[in-house]
């Protein structure tokens, strides 16, 4: 087993469109399904805004896993926290390292960059267990998450 990780940039179009179209094989059993891919000029934009960071991980040509994250700035201080927005792994590559690796990448890039807080939305219970074999923690008052979409 040979995983590498690697930053996704504006011309890797095709490895977005192809995580969209399988989705299904990094989410949950019987939870995702196939996603409509960008444009490839939504998907330039996209990889381009430098508030993204899309990880992927890989075993050779294969795409193992991937890690979708966005800087937010904050508006009382000068640091910036992150937001994990999205992990995925492949079903026949969890439990072999492939998360352990992106967030490890992730945090690579925090310290590199003085980003010193991220956090994320744990809907299962494997991902808060996961969450919390990295040392995240569950803040006391749990906030309520809460959508509106705009018609």
Known sequence: MSL?????????????????????????EGRGEPLEPLSPSAARRFLADPAVLFWIARNGAQITGF??????????????ELLLYEIGVRREWRRRGVGRMLLDHMEGWMRTN???????????L?????????????ADSQPVYMTHRVR
Not at 114 to 124: L, P, Q, S, T
Not at 129 to 138: H, I, K, W
């Open 126 to 138: 494997a991902a808060v267990n996961f969450y919390r074999a990295r040392a995240f923690e569950v």
């Open 67 to 80: 890690l979708y994250c966005l800087v937010v700035p904050l508006r009382s201080s000068d640091e910036q």
């Open 4 to 28: 590498t990780c690697k930053l996704l940039a504006p011309d890797d179009v095709s490895i977005l469109e192809y995580l969209a179209v399988n989705d299904p094989d990094f989410d949950l």
């Open 114 to 124: 003085g980003v010193g807080e991220v956090w994320v939305f744990a809907d299962n």
